[in-house]
């Protein structure tokens, strides 16, 4: 049986920032959605690299993959989430969708020392969140893009490029947006 709360849930969404965000935080910006209902949603930006990698924060382990870690919103930006493939399942795992899980616990980072961990991978410091309401209001103001979520974007494309791959995923270019004054 469905969830009704799934049926108008944003989970496994892209929210591509649109150009009346230009001068904000999440300016030019992709967040994934990891969670939303009618509290609110939970969402982690997927391409502000930080100058960091897994060593810097855990430099007692040896990691047999290179990590780097992004910048996932301005709550809680001392708390680090894991974005994965779903082949892999740890103490604290949630799921996203089908393919995709997050999780928080640090066996996660053993197994990365050790090589079971996941290869597809993606490590975030901090968070974006939206009380009841908010998400809904700032889409209906033209504040952001929604878009399916794609494995493609968060692990293979190169991080400046992520807004224009996931809108141009569902037939959007945000050049021409922002050329139009879109708002």
Known sequence: MTDPD???SFRNQ???ALPVLKEDYFGETVCLLADHNAKGAFGLVINKPLD???EDLFPEHEFRLRCPIMEGGPVDNDRLFFVHDTDHEF???YRISDDLSLTTSTDLVDSLVDGTGPQRLLAVLGYAGWDAGQLEKEIAEDVWLLSPASMEVIFDTPYPQRPM???SNMGVDLNLLASAGHG
């Open 6 to 8: 799934d049926q108008d």
């Open 165 to 167: 791959v996931a809108a």
């Open 52 to 54: 960091m990698e897994l």
């Open 91 to 93: 103490e604290s795992t």
């Open 14 to 16: 892209f929210l591509i």
